[in-house]
Structures are given as structure tokens and as C-alpha cells.
């Protein structure tokens, strides 16, 4: 908005009324798009490599359609008036369901779960049974409340889109536990701008020990790394690498929610590179009392993602018992799977032939609604089973080092050194090359 001139507070929490200037990072904003939306895990445990492919078809909408005019993010003259309506319809859901997860950890909240994916702590067996629900759930990890939110995202978004937004956000009986909602309103008129409306707003913080004491908090932040664990599995060998980030001052601002630390102006990192030779080990990171975050490049992009060794073995786990939950649905209901490709890979690397039916597209969207619903309802039943699976994942990975828990003991790297632009939080990384960020102001 033109008006918008005042800064968004420094501290985490929901901030009061008003029209805030917000400054953010396409680091952010990449961090942020690659964890947002339904959870496809299952379907990707046994292909991991496609989790790469995800990861790119969610990072390069924003760099196709959105570019930079002095210190504001505008569409491109190509999402104005080049592109179909159609795309124009799918990018507005896109950065609106983006910027929703980006605007939600600004404000403290954890990791979101995609209303389709699971069933929200306290809701009613008739969640599952509703066709129309807010986009993302999640839980604030200060005061354990539930936030509903819904997210638009439009070239203008108007009135009729927000007070539809508002119908879906009051669930009634669904959830009759105490909540937040949540609307988050993205445009794409002039500028990248966003209308957030909140219900019984109160400003807090959070609290920077809910690793260790929240299993659940625990799970659904594995569970939003799972795509970047599943990369790093994928990836030969040779290209792991390992990084050594500093750790934030305790009670700082860097180390609460799930806000990302740039790490060109990080003083705990520049100081503990500062000591770090070419060829240490993991091992002397730790010595040093850093972070030894496992990295790699994903082929095809401009992206590194990495992970804490904690992480790493928390969703490692999570992706055995996410395993487990197909091989259920595999069994019990073969006939859901029959639309899949006529081959698909068994643990055992073998080739399993399948029979290649053809079926309607009404047919086919009627099925896979239906492996959806019975995938969670199985993933609900072995939810105490993931809980204690991640929680000893966790420690396991915590208490280890990489040569224990990929059998390799990754290189050292300093992709700042190789012209990359990096950002940190306590267990997740992200590095995007700053050549490739092609930001410059858009001449019409």
C-alpha cells in the first residue's frame, strides 16, 4: 500500500494495527515457498530424486513473474499482460499461499500444515468431511493456540475474495478449541502488497527451547523439511558438503520462530569462519561451538539447501515411518493405486509392473481423493508411533556425527566464498547464487 511507511516491530508476535514497510529477502521468500502447501511425503519416499523437481516447480514461479522497481516488488510486464489468465490464476495462489507462510513466521508462528493434509489438534471427525477450509493450520509455539489461515492471492484482490476468505475461516463446531484466524490477503495491483486480518489478536513471543519439549512441534517441523531432507538423500554422493554456521546470542531476535539469519551479516558466523580451516572437519565446527549444517546443490537450480545434523535424523525417521503409511495404503487398497505409472519402485530397487487403465478425469480426481483421505487416515492411526519415531530421530542425529549418520564425512564448503547469498535458522539452511537473482528494475 502507498500508505504503508511505519516498520514492522522487532519483536515476534502479532503486531497492532497499522500499514507497515515490511524489508524482507528473496531468501525468505524462497525459504518459505519451498515449505508451504499439501503434504506430498508419501508419495515421494520411495522417488526421493523427485523432490528436487517440487522444489524447482515451487521456486521459479517467483523469479518468472515478480522482479524488483527500486525497493518494491512488482509483477513483470509479462504477468501483467503477456501471460493467460489461467497462469495469472495459478501464480495468485502460488504467492498468496507463499506469502501467508512468510507473513505467519513474522509473526512467530511455526511450521503450517495444509487443511487437506492433516486434521487440526482438537478439531471434529467432520473436518475431514468439509469441502470448503481455511488453506493452513498451525500451532504458536508461545501460547500452544491453534491458527486457522487462510490465504488469497490475486493480480487485485477485492472484497468479494476476502469476505469469501472470512467464510472459510469460521468452522464452527469443526474446531471447538480456542483459535486464532488468520486472513492473508496477497495482491499483485502495482506492487506486491498484503491486507492481513486477524481475530482476537494478542502480541507475544516465542519460546526458544520448543524442540526440545514439544514433540508435536518437533513433527510438523520435520515434516515441513521433508523435501529438503529428501534432496539431500537424493544427491550423489560427492556433491554433500558441509558448512559451518555460528550460533545466534541466546535470547536474541535471530534465534526465535522461524525467521532466517543472512549470514553476510551474521557476526557468529563471520567469526567462526574466521578460525575455520579449508580442511576441518564437522568435528572441529562442534569444537568451536557452531553449527555443522549438511548441504548440497540441487542440479537444475540456483539452489543449496542444507540441514542440522538434529534435523536430518528427525526426518530421516519421519520418512521410514511416512514409508510405512504407503505400504499400508498399498496393501489394504491396491485399487487406489492403479492410476499411478504402469512401473513403480519397490524398497528392494525392483521393478513392479502395474496394469495402465484409463479412467475419466472426474473418475481419476474421485481417487485420489480417496488415497488422500485413507493416507491420513492411516498416517493419523501411527501418528503416537511418528511422534516417538522423530523425537529419537532427533536425539539420535543430535548426539551424532555425519560419517554415523550418512556414512560419509562431507568436505567443508563456504558457498559465500562460491557466490552465494546464505541464510540460516538454528536447523534449516538456505543459499540461493546472487548472480542468478536477475532483480534489476524492470523497464515498460
Known amino acids: 500500500m502507498a500508505s504503508a511507511h511505519q516498520p514492522w516491530p522487532k519483536t515476534v508476535g502479532i503486531p497492532a494495527d497499522g500499514a507497515y514497510l515490511v524489508r524482507t529477502t528473496w531468501r525468505a521468500l524462497l525459504d518459505a515457498?519451498?515449505?508451504?502447501?499439501?503434504?506430498?511425503?508419501?508419495?515421494?519416499?520411495?522417488?526421493?530424486r523427485l523432490a528436487r523437481r517440487e522444489i524447482m516447480a515451487r521456486r521459479y514461479p517467483l523469479s518468472a513473474y515478480l522482479v524488483r522497481a527500486g525497493h518494491e516488488v512488482v509483477p513483470s510486464v509479462v504477468y501483467s499482460h503477456g501471460t493467460e489468465s489461467s497462469t495469472r490464476t495459478a501464480f495468485g495462489y502460488h504467492v498468496g499461499m507463499t506469502?501467508?507462510?512468510w507473513a505467519c513466521r513474522m509473526m512467530g508462528l511455526g511450521p503450517t500444515t495444509h487443511a487437506e493434509s492433516a486434521i487440526p489438534q482438537g478439531a471434529t471427525p467432520g473436518w475431514s468431511k468439509t469441502r470448503s477450509l481455511p488453506d493452513l493450520f498451525g500451532t504458536h509455539p508461545a501460547t500452544s493456540e491453534l491458527w486457522l489461515i487462510e490465504a488469497k492471492g490475486s493480480r487485485r484482490l477485492g472484497w468479494g475474495a476476502r469476505e469469501k476468505g472470512a467464510k472459510q475461516l469460521d468452522v464452527g463446531a469443526l474446531v471447538p478449541a480456542p483459535h486464532q484466524k488468520v486472513l492473508c490477503g496477497t495482491s499483485l495491483e502495482r506492487r506486491l502488497f498484503?491486507?492481513?486480518?486477524?481475530?482476537?489478536?494478542?502480541?507475544h513471543s516465542t519460546d526458544e527451547e520448543i524442540l526440545e519439549q514439544d514433540d508435536e512441534a518437533l513433527l510438523e517441523l520435520a515434516r515441513s523439511r521433508m523435501l529438503s531432507y529428501l534432496a539431500l538423500a537424493s544427491l550423489p554422493r560427492n556433491g554433500l558438503r558441509v558448512t559451518a554456521i555460528g550460533r545466534p546470542d541466546e535470547g536474541s531476535t535471530a534465534q526465535r520462530g522461524s525467521l532466517v539469519r543472512l549470514l553476510e551479516s551474521d557476526p557468529a558466523t563471520t567469526e567462526l569462519r574466521r578460525h575455520i580451516a579449508p580442511d576441518t572437519g564437522d568435528e572441529v565446527i562442534r569444537q568451536q561451538h557452531g553449527l555443522d549444517m549438511l548441504v548440497g546443490r540441487l542440479p537444475g537450480t540456483d539452489l543449496m539447501l542444507g540441514m542440522s545434523r538434529?534435523?536430518?535424523?528427525?526426518?530421516?525417521?519421519?520418512?521410514?515411518?511416512?514409508?510405512?503409511?504407503?505400504?499400508?495404503?498399498?496393501?489394504?487398497?491396491?485399487?487406489?493405486?492403479?492410476?499411478?505409472?504402469?512401473?513403480?519402485?519397490s524398497a528392494d530397487s525392483a521393478a513392479v509392473p502395474m496394469v495402465e487403465r484409463w479412467v475419466s478425469d472426474r473418475a481419476y480426481k474421485k481417487r485420489i481423493t480417496e488415497v488422500q483421505e485413507y493416507a491420513r487416515e492411516v498416517r493419523e492411526e501411527q501418528r503416537d508411533d511418528q511422534l516417538r519415531a522423530v523425537r529419537a530421530g532427533f536425539a539420535m542425529g543430535n548426539d551424532s556425527?555425519?560419517?554415523?549418520?550418512?556414512?560419509?564425512?562431507?568436505?567443508?564448503?563456504?558457498?559465500?566464498?562460491?557466490?552465494?547469498?546464505?541464510?540460516?535458522?538454528?536447523?534449516?539452511?538456505?543459499?540461493?547464487?546472487?548472480?542468478?537473482?536477475?532483480?534489476?528494475?524492470?523497464a515498460e
Not at 498484503?194 to 502480541?203: K, P, R, T, V, Y
Request: proline share 6%; glycine share 2%.
Open 33 to 48: 515457498t519451498t515449505t508451504v502447501g499439501r503434504d506430498i511425503t508419501p508419495w515421494l519416499t520411495t522417488t526421493p
Open 99 to 101: 506469502m501467508a507462510e
Open 194 to 203: 498484503m491486507m492481513i486480518d486477524i481475530e482476537d489478536a494478542s502480541a
Open 310 to 345: 538434529r534435523l536430518y535424523g528427525a526426518c530421516r525417521a519421519l520418512a521410514e515411518a511416512e514409508r510405512r503409511v504407503v505400504a499400508r495404503v498399498r496393501e489394504a487398497r491396491p485399487k487406489y493405486l492403479d492410476v499411478l505409472p504402469r512401473e513403480v519402485r
Open 401 to 442: 556425527t555425519w560419517l554415523r549418520l550418512i556414512d560419509l564425512a562431507p568436505r567443508l564448503a563456504l558457498p559465500r566464498e562460491e557466490g552465494f547469498l546464505e541464510a540460516a535458522t538454528a536447523d534449516t539452511y538456505l543459499a540461493v547464487e546472487e548472480q542468478a537473482l536477475d532483480l534489476d528494475s524492470e
